[in-house]
């Protein structure tokens, strides 16, 4: 492995590129994204190494930590391709790239550089070769990527130089004591997975399932200790409670039971073998109880495989939430290989999962994510037995074909596809066109309309300016927008049995009732943009004709001008 070794072009078969288009993709379509990225990591580590070459620093030379890697990397190949491709490596590397062009800000530099010699030192631990390597020391703690972290007790708070040495799968690492001399910590990280005094040595955690068939042990980091585990920032370890390890590992293993199914590869069915970590975020203990849906998720394009989030407390959300975030690493790794649009990043663009307005690479990320979501649910749609279970699953997969579809749309009809990005919109085009024909039990698709009439309605009541007449290249916006929270797309998926408020008497579908109670709302306040919302909606379900139709088309309209 050598970054200076010239690859072959690589040429995506058609096939492939067709499943990924569709909103899927095989296990050779994933496993050709991760090839790409790994050339793409050799290539952006190259230019790392060029910008570090002169870089003054305590500890080892990263041109040096190189050398070492790549020596490790041919005695165990295969260990050292698993760290080079980990997620929190792409994410350092990208990091660090915008450390040197002046874009991300960070510990000093060279202790950043630095963690190209913890990833030779965990090479090396693989390979059994000997080094010694000077490192840096964050308050005595040294991560080592893909094994775990190990911490000198009483060490020198804040940054310092260290030294560390393997030799046949021992690892030494010495640095500055808290008052005076030097400390020391000895272990095996290889076969040491308990610290018996819970001080020296924290081992990587994973997560793991069995598949029923009983085949190999499907392995998933949870990464905890990584600084490169978040998007884009440095971040401290935030060690999780064992009893919140438990619990990832109890939701995930639902959740991999819930997306293992057997036939053809298609939009939303994902392997949980194409997971390479999950960064937990937001909490390290099982108190408070975690909400019922994920709050807050998210990936990024440098950390194929990777996705960040908040842990919920349903396994049928965790489960959701893999295949969207998933979508976005496939996405991404597709907009590493191909010029799919021509984007000047302009924030004008209505998102039917969003509350404010998004540029038309984003759009791009949420309708190929939410196609993957749409997947998903037709397939719980299939496979449920009737009752609470299908009624949410039929909600869920008709709004979000709907959504998805509405996006495509909108990309198809912007003249900002390349050709290769006509293609795979196209695809996403002919799978939603498809289950769009697909039956789904009238009360959920009647309720999943009039949620994403809502969102649609208070989105331009919120972000739309009045005033302005709408130009050729999109809506102008208000000056006093502001986020807003979006409390109805999950609020519709159930059928209220005893509705009492206006969106409860929507959803339940007297909209007579819902007109009443949004009526009495904007008689105290005529402008406020969930009411009305609310009340346009209702007044359409009503009253279906050509005047409706332009109030759900422009609902801006029916707001008083803002003043100043």
């Given at each position: 492995?050598?970054s200076?070794?010239?690859?072959?072009?690589?040429?995506?078969?058609?096939?492939?590129?067709?499943?990924?288009?569709?909103?899927?993709?095989?296990?050779?379509?994933?496993?050709?994204?991760?090839?790409?990225?790994?050339?793409?990591?050799?290539?952006?580590?190259?230019?790392?190494?060029?910008?570090?070459?002169?870089?003054?620093?305590?500890?080892?030379?990263?041109?040096?930590?190189?050398?070492?890697?790549?020596?490790?990397?041919?005695?165990?190949?295969?260990?050292?391709?698993?760290?080079?491709?980990?997620?929190?490596?792409?994410?350092?590397?990208?990091?660090?790239?915008?450390?040197?062009?002046?874009?991300?800000?960070?510990?000093p530099?060279?202790?950043?550089?630095?963690?190209?010699?913890?990833?030779?030192?965990?090479?090396c631990?693989?390979?059994?070769?000997?080094?010694?390597l000077?490192?840096?020391?964050?308050?005595?703690?040294?991560?080592?990527?893909?094994l775990?972290?190990?911490?000198?007790?009483?060490?020198?708070?804040?940054?310092?130089?260290?030294?560390?040495?393997?030799?046949?799968g021992?690892?030494?690492?010495?640095?500055?004591?808290?008052?005076?001399?030097?400390?020391?910590?000895?272990?095996r990280?290889?076969?040491?997975?308990?610290?018996?005094?819970?001080?020296?040595?924290?081992?990587?955690?994973?997560?793991?399932h069995?598949?029923?068939?009983?085949?190999?042990?499907?392995?998933?980091?949870?990464?905890?200790?990584?600084?490169?585990?978040?998007?884009?920032?440095?971040?401290?370890?935030?060690?999780?409670?064992?009893?919140?390890?438990?619990?990832?590992?109890?939701?995930?293993?639902?959740?991999?039971?819930?997306?293992?199914?057997?036939g053809?590869?298609?939009?939303?069915?994902?392997?949980?073998?194409?997971?390479?970590?999950?960064?937990?975020?937001?909490?390290?203990?099982?108190?408070?109880?975690?909400?019922?849906?994920?709050q807050?998720?998210?990936?990024?394009?440098?950390?194929?495989?990777?996705?960040?989030?908040?842990?919920?407390?349903?396994?049928?959300?965790?489960?959701?939430t893999?295949?969207?975030?998933?979508?976005?690493?496939?996405?991404?790794?597709?907009?590493?290989?191909?010029?799919?649009?021509?984007?000047?990043?302009?924030?004008?663009?209505?998102?039917?999962?969003?509350?404010?307005?998004?540029?038309?690479?984003?759009?791009?990320?949420?309708?190929?994510?939410?196609?993957?979501?749409?997947?998903?649910?037709?397939?719980?749609?299939?496979?449920?037995?009737?009752?609470?279970?299908?009624?949410?699953?039929?909600?869920?997969?008709?709004?979000r074909?709907?959504?998805?579809?509405?996006?495509?749309?909108?990309?198809?009809?912007?003249?900002r596809?390349?050709?290769?990005?006509?293609?795979?919109?196209?695809?996403?085009?002919?799978?939603?066109?498809?289950?769009?024909?697909?039956?789904?039990?009238?009360?959920?698709?009647?309720?999943?309309?009039?949620?994403?009439?809502?969102?649609?309605?208070?989105?331009?009541?919120?972000?739309?300016?009045?005033?302005?007449?709408?130009?050729?290249?999109?809506?102008?916006?208000?000056?006093?927008?502001?986020?807003?929270?979006?409390?109805?797309?999950?609020?519709?998926?159930?059928?209220?049995?005893?509705?009492?408020?206006?969106?409860?008497?929507?959803?339940?579908?007297?909209?007579?009732?819902?007109?009443?109670?949004?009526a009495?709302?904007?008689?105290?306040?005529?402008?406020?943009?969930?009411?009305?919302?609310?009340?346009?909606?209702?007044?359409?379900?009503?009253?279906?004709?050509?005047?409706?139709?332009?109030?759900?088309?422009?609902?801006?309209?029916l707001?008083?001008?803002?003043?100043?």
């Amino acid at each position: 492995m050598t970054s200076e070794q010239h690859l072959a072009p690589l040429r995506m078969p058609d096939r492939l590129f067709a499943e990924l288009a569709a909103g899927g993709g095989s296990a050779a379509a994933v496993a050709f994204l991760e090839r790409a990225e790994r050339a793409r990591r050799l290539l952006l580590l190259r230019t790392l190494l060029d910008h570090l070459d002169t870089l003054p620093t305590p500890v080892t030379p990263p041109a040096e930590a190189w050398r070492v890697l790549k020596e490790a990397a041919e005695k165990s190949p295969g260990p050292v391709e698993r760290l080079l491709l980990a997620p929190a490596t792409g994410g350092w590397i990208s990091h660090m790239l915008r450390r040197v062009h002046g874009t991300a800000s960070g510990p000093p530099l060279w202790a950043e550089a630095g963690h190209l010699s913890a990833l030779a030192l965990s090479a090396c631990l693989h390979a059994g070769t000997e080094t010694v390597l000077d490192v840096p020391l964050t308050s005595g703690r040294l991560p080592l990527p893909g094994l775990g972290m190990i911490q000198l007790p009483a060490a020198q708070e804040g940054l310092a130089a260290g030294r560390a040495t393997t030799a046949g799968g021992e690892l030494t690492v010495t640095g500055p004591g808290r008052t005076t001399g030097s400390v020391r910590v000895t272990c095996r990280p290889l076969t040491r997975r308990a610290d018996a005094d819970g001080g020296t040595w924290l081992p990587l955690r994973t997560l793991t399932h069995t598949g029923p068939d009983g085949t190999a042990p499907v392995t998933v980091v949870l990464e905890d200790l990584d600084p490169y585990r978040d998007l884009d920032d440095h971040l401290p370890p935030a060690r999780l409670d064992e009893d919140e390890a438990q619990e990832w590992q109890r939701l995930f293993g639902e959740a991999a039971r819930i997306l293992v199914r057997p036939g053809a590869p298609g939009p939303g069915r994902v392997d949980p073998a194409m997971i390479r970590a999950i960064v937990p975020f937001g909490r390290t203990a099982v108190s408070p109880p975690p909400p019922p849906f994920v709050q807050v998720s998210a990936s990024s394009g440098d950390s194929f495989g990777g996705m960040l989030i908040v842990r919920p407390a349903s396994a049928l959300a965790l489960a959701e939430t893999l295949v969207h975030e998933l979508q976005h690493s496939k996405l991404a790794a597709l907009l590493h290989l191909f010029p799919l649009l021509e984007d000047d990043r302009g924030e004008r663009y209505y998102a039917p999962w969003r509350t404010d307005p998004r540029h038309l690479t984003g759009l791009l990320h949420g309708a190929y994510a939410f196609t993957g979501v749409a997947g998903f649910w037709r397939d719980r749609l299939a496979g449920a037995e009737g009752g609470e279970e299908a009624e949410r699953a039929a909600y869920f997969f008709a709004l979000r074909r709907l959504q998805s579809r509405l996006a495509v749309r909108t990309l198809l009809t912007s003249g900002r596809l390349t050709p290769q990005g006509r293609a795979l919109v196209s695809g996403l085009a002919r799978t939603l066109d498809g289950w769009l024909r697909e039956p789904v039990p009238h009360a959920a698709l009647t309720r999943a309309r009039t949620a994403a009439a809502l969102h649609r309605t208070e989105w331009r009541l919120r972000n739309v300016d009045p005033a302005v007449e709408i130009p050729s290249d999109g809506p102008r916006f208000r000056p006093d927008r502001t986020s807003w929270p979006d409390v109805r797309t999950h609020a519709f998926a159930d059928r209220p049995a005893a509705p009492h408020t206006a969106d409860e008497h929507l959803a339940a579908g007297y909209a007579a009732a819902a007109l009443a109670g949004y009526a009495g709302q904007l008689a105290a306040d005529p402008a406020e943009p969930h009411a009305l919302a609310g009340w346009i909606v209702a007044r359409a379900v009503l009253d279906p004709g050509r005047a409706t139709r332009r109030m759900l088309a422009r609902p801006e309209l029916l707001q008083p001008l803002h003043s100043g």
